[in-house]
């Protein structure tokens, strides 16, 4: 009996389990929707295997200026109307046009791209979430009814009550209840169905919002590994350095998302405000507060899209030089 009961547990835990994940990694193929980007299906391999049919990419809009040689675009396709190009931009041409080629693609793609058709940047992956749209698109129907199916069950046994769930009457049974009528747990009521089911079709609306945009491309930069939800996450510039260059020079490394622009901070003031997102150096204003009894720490920011951003963890120390109007140097 204690056996069962165990095995019963977890097996509600393990399904509960799989739906979260799976309602997790849609949630963060369509929540960048609210921002006005755009989610794709990837529907081939042309970049494998850095990413892989059925993964969903996030594309955002970025100025034309953003429109830079190693960045994955999102455009409509000049070879075929009906269908979108993700690729990476491998070089600008004479005219403004853009030269894309796929990374997995021997060569560049034939027709390059107008600035105007791009409809955004790649930013942010989530793996494997589109598949079922592509046995769909593709008719692949066994894998399709096979996946819908074992969904299907890891749903039923998530919203099945377990032995270690709550009664929804929590009040004790009357004194005249017989014994094996006191050991029955109540059933579900309706408003908890409704609830269950209402977050559930919740759910199954935004993963339909996700995957509506199929593309034939794919995109390199990970956000989400496999059986991890670490998608949202935007991570500060590292490794800075300082130079003196008639004053103090910062430079930094980023690799991450693609970001919107950086800041540049000094003592948690922001000093430089969206530096270009390709530059990774910035001299630090001479504005006269720098002393040379002093030591400043300076730090770097990312920004990504409208309201994300993150701070680098580390920082360089700057100083005034005496009687030097208090044009900052590194220490």
């Not at 409704?194 to 930069?221: C, H, I, L, N, Y």
């Not at 530096?275 to 990774?280: E, G, T, V």
């Not at 720490?297 to 990504?304: A, E, M």
């Amino acid at each position: 009996m204690r056996s069962g009961r165990i095995i019963s547990i977890a097996g509600v835990a393990a399904a509960r389990a799989v739906v979260a994940l799976v309602l997790a990694l849609a949630f963060w193929a369509a929540a960048p929707v609210a921002l006005g980007w755009l989610p794709t299906t990837v529907m081939t391999a042309s970049m494998t295997p850095a990413i892989e049919v059925g993964d969903i990419v996030v594309s955002r809009p970025v100025p034309r200026e953003a429109l830079l040689p190693g960045r994955v675009v999102l455009a409509t396709d000049p070879d075929w109307a009906d269908r979108l190009r993700l690729h990476r931009i491998a070089e600008l041409g004479p005219d403004g046009d853009l030269v894309t080629k796929g990374d997995a693609n021997p060569d560049a793609d034939s027709t390059p791209l107008h600035p105007d058709a791009v409809l955004g940047v790649g930013v942010l992956r989530v793996p494997g979430i589109g598949m079922p749209i592509v046995w769909l698109r593709t008719g692949e129907v066994l894998p399709l009814a096979g996946v819908v199916a074992a969904f299907a069950l890891c749903l039923a046994v998530a919203l099945r009550r377990g032995v270690d769930d709550d009664p929804d009457d929590p009040s004790p049974p009357p004194e005249d209840t017989p014994p094996t009528r006191r050991a029955l747990r109540a059933p579900p009521t309706r408003s908890r169905l409704f609830r269950r089911g209402f977050g559930f079709a919740v759910a199954v609306a935004a993963a339909g919002v996700a995957v509506s945009t199929p593309a034939s491309a794919s995109f390199s930069d990970e956000s989400a590994a496999s059986g991890t939800v670490t998608a949202g996450r935007v991570t500060g510039p590292e490794t800075l350095g300082c130079y003196n260059d008639g004053g103090a020079v910062v430079t930094w490394a980023y690799d991450g998302w693609e970001p919107r622009s950086f800041d540049l901070l000094v003592d948690g003031r922001v000093v430089i405000a969206d530096i270009p997102p390709r530059f990774r150096a910035a001299r630090v204003p001479d504005d006269g507060s720098y002393s040379v009894l002093r030591t400043d720490r300076v730090t770097v920011r990312t920004n990504v899209g409208e309201q994300w951003s993150a701070e680098s963890g580390e920082s360089v120390p700057v100083g005034g030089v005496l009687l030097g109007f208090g044009r900052p140097f590194c220490r």
